[in-house]
């Protein structure tokens, strides 16, 4: 546990730092501006007084980054367990959005996503996949030294099971035998 923690920490951490240069880069094409929805959030949590106009930069930073990084954990023990690749880290893409979604909605700072325009829940819906790719990338990295995990030795005994498919090469589930 202790390993996917800080493992997960680092993973959810760089996770956030890509998606931050691809929000910046896409900001720069579309010229949408930042949000403080992070801010907003985070202060509500933290029964912080509200004040209209401000830009609470320093305040979103650590939201941004403190729920990438505390999200990335789950993402590290889907990994030692054996959940790794792109399959893996598009169930994870799930797990960050409704996380998202239900610290906006619970503090009333945000709004369904079925309510916001298109265009506005597209350009989330990428900029999380890109978060939960990147830290899958990571994640997957420093589980896969350890060798494969134990839903990963599961398919590789299992009757039916494809080792081939996935993550564990064809050598590794051999040697899972």
Known sequence: MKRALWQGLVAGTVGAAVMTVGEKLEQRVTGRPDSHVPARVLERLLGMPERPGRQPWAVNLAMHFGQGALAGVVRS???????????????????????????????GVGAPPQTWPRSELLVDLLHKSVYAFATGVVADAFA????????????????????????LPRAAAAAAR
């Open 77 to 107: 023990l889907m990994a030692n367990a054996g959940l790794r690749g792109p399959v893996a880290s598009a169930m994870f893409a799930v797990v960050r959005l409704s996380n998202d979604q239900i610290l906006e909605n619970a503090t």
């Open 144 to 167: 896969a030294r350890r060798g494969p995990g134990p839903g990963q030795r599961h398919a590789a005994l299992s009757q039916g099971r494809r080792p081939d498919v996935g993550p």
